[in-house]
């Protein structure tokens, strides 16, 4: 099974990016599913409307994971219950709106979607370890999973990692919109990575324009973040999986930007 994980969508700059991408990537790698975190893409950054979802899906997104902006955008309750390939992190309390993972059918087998959120200067949900083993109690033996954790140390994230070796086929960071070089397969076979990155500005403070940002740390004051234009850049993984096994076999970092260029 062949799996293209993508970072954060940041904003409008980010969709283009994908757009343009993603039939390039997909003729290249050929993968089963595509994955990408969408709890960005809203045109100020925060949060996912419908008519972006719907965007992504048929730019050929198979399912999109969210993170802390799932509720910024107040329509993403109109419809959150309803869209299967929608999955916002299941360690929200019992009774919060749409499922923390959800079950793909692709060509090579079925593939579990979890998104869990981490705690460390993050809101304070129920534990992302405790939740996630409940989880996987549910989901079918004969599926690989997938799971997107969005925290902000890389220390929560790869200690969730070596919790869950050997029993989820592969575990990705995503939030903080820096990729990461710790791409590894753990020793029972689950694969790793700290962060996938992220789709949008690349002269920006990870994806808002930076100006904005400095002003915030120089004068400790408020300020409004926007989200930035111009230069572009995209960050995802590519993963392979033993089909019998639902172990990784191969992980494969991708960066497109100015000074790494997409190449046939």
Known sequence: MKILSIG??????????????LPRLKERYQP???????????VNGRGITRKIAEKLFHFGVDCITLGNHTWRQR???????????????CNYPIGTPGKGWTLLTTPKGKLAVISVMGRTFMQPLDSP????????????????????????????????????????????????HVQTADERILPQG????????MVGAYDGVIGMERSAVIRGF???????????????????????LDPQAKKTRQLTRIRIDDDNPFLY
């Open 75 to 89: 329509e993403i309750f109109d419809f959150i219950d309803q869209e299967k390939r929608l999955v916002r992190p």
């Open 190 to 197: 689950t694969g790793y990575i700290s962060d996938l990155g």
């Open 218 to 240: 120089v004068t400790q004051l408020p300020v409004r973040f926007e989200v930035a234009e111009g230069r572009s850049q995209l960050n995802a993984l590519f993963i392979e």
């Open 8 to 21: 954060d969508v940041v904003g409008d700059i980010g969709i283009n990016i994908l757009k343009e991408y």
């Open 32 to 42: 089963d599913v595509v994955i990408a975190n969408g709890e960005n893409a809203a």
């Open 129 to 176: 370890f405790q939740i996630i083993e409940q989880c996987l109690e549910k989901i079918p033996s004969n599926a690989a999973i997938f799971v997107d954790i969005h925290a902000e140390t890389t220390s929560e994230k790869q200690a969730l990692a070596w919790h869950l070796d050997g029993k989820v086929s592969v575990i990705v960071g995503t939030h903080t």
